[in-house]
C-alpha cells in the first residue's frame, strides 16, 4: 500500500512539473513579445513598452479576484475576448497601452489556462 501511495504521489507531482513547464513554455512564446518577465524583456516599440509588465498584470489580477480559479478564469476570458468594461486597469494604463489585442488566433484555451495557472504560481 505504501508503495502504491508514493507511486501516486510522484506521478502527480510529475504531472504538475509537467504543466507548469508547459506553461511557463507557453507564457514564453505566447506573451512575452509584449509583456516584460523577470526572465526575458519585451520588445520596445518607439522606445516604450507596449503592455503592462507581467509581474504588475499577475499583482492586479491577485489584488483583484478573491480566487486563484477566478483569476485564472479571468485571465483566460480576458485574453481571449479582450474588452474595455472587463480591464481592471486604471484608465491611464488603459490609454498608455489601449486594449489587448484578442490571442484567439494565436492561442487555444486550454493553453491559455496552462499559462494562466503558471503565471498565478
Do not use: Q
Request: aromatic letters at 10%; glycine letters at 4%; charged letters at 25%.
Amino acid at each position: 500500500m505504501k508503495k502504491r501511495w508514493l507511486f501516486m504521489a510522484l506521478l502527480s507531482t510529475a504531472t504538475l512539473l509537467t504543466a507548469s513547464d508547459a506553461g511557463a513554455k507557453l507564457s514564453e512564446e505566447k506573451c512575452t513579445s509584449c509583456h516584460m518577465t523577470s526572465s526575458s524583456s519585451a520588445k520596445l516599440k518607439d522606445g516604450k513598452m507596449h503592455a503592462p509588465p507581467m509581474w504588475g498584470v499577475m499583482k492586479k489580477v491577485k489584488n483583484h479576484f478573491k480566487t486563484k480559479e477566478e483569476g485564472i478564469a479571468f485571465i483566460t476570458d480576458y485574453t481571449m475576448y479582450p474588452a474595455e468594461e472587463k480591464m481592471i486597469f486604471p484608465e491611464a494604463t488603459k490609454e498608455y497601452f489601449g486594449l489587448m489585442p484578442s490571442m484567439r488566433e494565436t492561442v487555444t484555451n486550454e493553453e491559455m489556462k496552462l499559462i494562466a495557472e503558471y503565471l498565478y504560481r
